[in-house]
């Protein structure tokens, strides 16, 4: 069937090829695990003898590598079809990968690429497991970024297993394995991924999977992952090729994502799954949908559920330029540093709507402005059944002060004379002088800042200002809604939504129509708006459509 991954081990030999065990202890092929000695030619070795009896009798082979410290220098190793890697566990068998011989050289553990190796469909990785030992990539470094400095870096594998791995320190991606065909990526840890990645650069990820190498289906499960503090995305699926179709079939659950610029992204996959999922404290939004990877294709038609969508220091949820459908249906979104959920436009104005993108059953409260805001044009949007509840608690008027009640630390500015709003400064950015800080959250008179980068220590654009230098903190924006409509809404439906304020007095409006927003044959029907400061504020009278049985819109 067309997307259908061949495998070499069909025909296998009653008996294995002499001198090639099926079993390996590396102590005993020529690794030491002593820390020192460069354990990268003798793995190599390894690696290529039971390659090429795999590929004469079909058996596939294990290399264990027992405790111990496992020094890679100066060359990854180009992995075979048939050879899997297992240790005794992270902590007991660790590789440890390092460049110092020759800083221009990317050493990734194990590698298998299109553009070096030849790898495609018909010259693909199969039965290769990789597990129960750790990737410390702290050693490698070079004057420009490589891509390629990655912990592990295979394309084209099928029927692969990853699990259990601690991949952590890597000058690039942790995890980046491209083009997975029935594959399962399970309990892996990536920790501080892509340090040499200023944000801009490719890859720089915890766990990033490259896709559409395979046609319409790739079966790739990826559960029970975490990723923390990694330079661009904690876990990512990017489209590599503009003229093939979107794949089918993946799948992210159990992950927790913590501390990375975006949380979990779908850049390009057709029907994504994401769910039982924990994103939070990243830097930029924990979810996010855009078509800013390489060929700028965007998800579609995915599934967001079931997922704690908090703290994270922008949006919690941020989709953007895609042409839809997208469903988020019975998240928790909540405590975000500005929306809860943002549709936006990521530079591409010129796109049509997006059409069916379907809000349902989610719990958006407590985000620093809008719980839901729309800043880009939709058509037949369905917005129902979500409690979107005492949003907009950036809601501190502006404050400055000086002297002997101000000190600063890499993560804090503490004013002993200040009295502000729990969070009410949550999401600004704090200047002093020409530094500046975003504040990730705040009581009486602390305010904690956001890391500047993902892993970073300090949340200061310069060194930490002295003791007594004048901050200075914007205002709150006026408007601060539970539902903003600030682009062209077609048909779009907003029905049987609890949209309170139900005491904080944050929330300025339930739903807002701004001037640059309009709503054409829209059904805005049937919501609870008690509380807010205003229920439904048009800035932008609507144009057909249904308006009534909003409980609180007097």
Known sequence: MPGQATSPGYGVRTHAVAGAPLLCDAREQGLTGDGTTNDQPAL?????????????????????????????????????????????????????????????TPVPLAFHTAQLHGASPDRNLAYCTFADFEIDGSGVASAEYNPLSKGLGLQYVTGGLFRNLFIHHTAATGFGCDFLQDTLVQAIRVLECGRMDNGLEMGGAG????????????????????????????????????????????????????GNRFGISDWGADGLIVTGCTMTANLEAGFQVS???????????GLLTDCVIDGNLRDGVSIGNTRGPYTVRGNRITGNGRYGYHHQDLGDSGQAPAEEIVLE??????????????????????????????????????????????????????????????????????RVGQRYAVVAANDANTLTLAPLRPGGTSGWSADTPLPGTPYELPAAPDGRA??????????????????????????????????????????????DLDGNATAIQTDTPGVGGYWSGNHGND
């Open 207 to 258: 766990i990033g999977i490259g896709i559409g190498g395979w046609g319409p289906v790739e079966r790739v499960t990826i559960a029970n992952c975490m990723a923390v503090g990694n330079a661009t995305n904690g876990i990512f699926l990017e489209m590599q090729h503009p003229d093939r179709p979107q794949p089918r079939g993946i799948r992210i659950m159990g992950c927790h994502t913590e």
């Open 361 to 430: 059953s989610n719990d958006i409260w407590g985000n620093s402005l809008d719980g839901i805001r729309f800043d880009r044009p939709l058509r037949d949007t369905v917005v129902i059944n979500n409690r979107i509840r005492n949003n907009g608690r950036q809601c501190a008027p502006a404050a400055e002060g000086s002297g002997e009640s101000v000190r600063y630390s890499q993560n804090t500015v503490v004013d002993r004379q200040a009295a502000w709003p729990a969070d009410g400064h949550r999401g600004k950015i704090v």
């Open 291 to 301: 078509a800013k990877g390489t060929t700028g294709v965007p998800g579609e038609g």
């Open 482 to 527: 539970g539902i903003t409509v600030n682009a062209a809404a077609d048909s779009v439906t907003i029905r049987g939504n609890l949209i309170r304020d139900s005491g904080s007095g944050t929330q300025t409006y339930g739903i807002w129509i701004t001037e640059r927003g309009s709503c054409v044959n829209c059904r805005v029907v049937e919501n």
């Open 44 to 104: 190599a070795a390894l690696v290529d003898r039971l390659g090429d009896a795999f590929a004469a009798d079909g058996r596939a082979r294990v290399i264990y590598c027992p405790p111990g410290v496992y020094a890679i220098r100066d060359a990854g190793t180009v992995w075979r079809s048939g050879v899997s890697l297992t240790g005794a566990g992270p902590g007991a068998t660790r590789f440890i990968l390092s460049n110092e011989g020759d800083r221009s």
